[in-house]
């Protein structure tokens, strides 16, 4: 035998025994039975340890553990077989109450978060939480949610949930002086389909209370006449692909995102929305990543439609869309005062670089990256008339593995009269950027 194949674990004949859970105080033994399903069909110590730390894994998507380790040990007693192990998962279970308070990234905003969860009330996962967040420049959400996963079915691999929520969504529009306070309840059904692509869907129905409150008193009145509360009811269903290697800074890989809409099963808002994002990362040489970003939204009228929300239209320009232009910037004017638009459409093509230093300050130059962009965009039509456009250069830091922070020097290129730009510095935070 040689001296690299002495220690291939494969080649190890390996069964295992006997499985055990402990630390179960609330939970129902049959939660975690599933999780010793794959490793019973183990026959080398690689395949073992691989599906011991699987399972490991899978005890933590559970929601019911702070933490779990795994023991392997001989099998021992008068039922052990030769080469048998037995492995044992030792977890220490969430208290019963559990309370946080942080920070959250938005989408160009900052919030203050605060959440108290009561984790697996009934012993299968089921849990509730009440969460609140505060923003001084955009939205304040209150939500009460009740949730329920399903990974101890037949269905694990596709990871269903449903969730119930009470909530109370606030948003400032203040480029168009107005606001939007929602308060209603959400059904939401998601899993995971992976026939030949991993899918994540999600199935929402939403019933809410709409209002509409102004800012200031020089309002124009296509704006006014949207006042006042309205009734809405609608289906929800998202459905995303993302095989990068990365969220924030992916070298390769894509992203694809869609989002529809139909309201109008009740109430007295009617519509049909639809918004799809695009993303593809392609390594080139010397840490060199090129990046292209694609998003287009459609709101469309319905038979019952006798007035678009202006909630729903959707508002192009910023750093997240179109860079070079203050949020909603680039569309419609009413007035003077910028309004959303039925339609739009942005792209934007990137060079991203690490820093000069990066290989000297590897952990601390990890968290940046410098790039160059050139965004396109338009609202209300599908053609490069009147088509808007900058480019420029900027840095951007990593926050954790979900969002990221970029400061911008950004030239706007084509833009209309009655567009708002920012010529020069501007700052973004988000974890979706075009």
Not at 245 to 267: A, H, I, M
């Amino acid at each position: 035998m040689s001296k690299d194949s002495k220690y291939d674990l494969s080649k190890i004949y390996a069964r295992v025994d006997r499985v055990n859970v402990s630390g179960l105080l609330r939970t129902h033994s049959d939660y975690v039975m599933r999780a010793a399903d794959a490793l019973f069909k183990a026959n080398n110590f690689q395949d073992l340890m691989l599906e011991a730390m699987s399972a490991k894994s899978y005890l933590h998507e559970l929601g019911i553990f702070k933490d779990v380790s795994v023991h392997i040990d001989i099998s021992r007693g008068s039922d052990a077989s030769p080469q048998g192990y037995e492995v044992t998962f030792k977890g220490n279970e969430y208290s019963r109450m559990m309370g946080s308070a942080g920070t959250e990234i938005g989408q160009n905003e900052g919030s203050l978060r605060t959440e108290l969860t009561i984790p697996n009330i009934f012993g299968r996962g089921e849990s509730i939480s009440l969460q609140g967040s505060y923003s001084s420049t955009r939205a304040n959400d209150l939500q009460l949610k009740f949730w329920k996963p399903f990974f101890h079915t037949r269905f694990m691999e596709n990871r269903p949930e449903v969730s119930f929520s009470l909530f109370r969504q606030t948003d400032r529009f203040d480029i168009s002086s107005f606001q939007s306070t929602n308060l209603g309840y959400l059904v939401d059904f998601s899993a995971h389909t992976m026939l030949g692509v991993d899918l994540t869907h999600s199935l929402q129905y939403e019933n809410s209370i709409r209002e509409v409150g102004l800012l200031n008193k020089s309002v124009p009145f296509g704006i006014r006449d949207h006042c006042g509360p309205k009734l809405a009811s609608l289906l929800r269903y998202s459905v995303i692909y993302d095989n990068r290697d990365g969220n924030v800074f992916p070298t390769r890989g894509v992203l694809l995102k869609s989002v529809n809409e139909y309201c109008g099963l009740g109430g007295n808002i009617a519509y049909t929305s639809s918004t799809a994002h695009g993303e593809v990362n392609v390594s080139l040489f010397a840490g060199l990543v090129a990046q292209f970003c694609g998003r287009v939204g459609v709101l469309k009228e319905t038979k019952q439609t006798t007035q678009l929300p202006l909630s729903s239209l959707f508002y192009c320009g910023g750093p997240l869309t179109l860079r070079g232009f203050k949020f909603g910037g680039a569309g419609p004017v009413i007035d003077g005062t910028p309004i959303g638009a039925q339609t739009f459409w942005a792209t934007g093509a990137h060079l991203w670089a690490p820093l000069p230093f990066a290989g000297v300050f590897k952990n601390l130059a990890s968290h940046f990256r410098m790039h160059f962009f050139y965004n396109l965009g338009n609202s209300n039509s599908f053609t490069t008339e009147n088509m808007r456009s900058s480019f420029g250069m900027g840095l951007a830091v990593k926050l954790a593995e979900r969002a990221r922070i970029e400061l911008n020097y950004c030239i706007p290129v084509k833009r209309q009269a009655t567009d708002k730009i920012t010529n020069g510095f501007q700052f973004g935070i988000g974890y979706e950027f075009v």
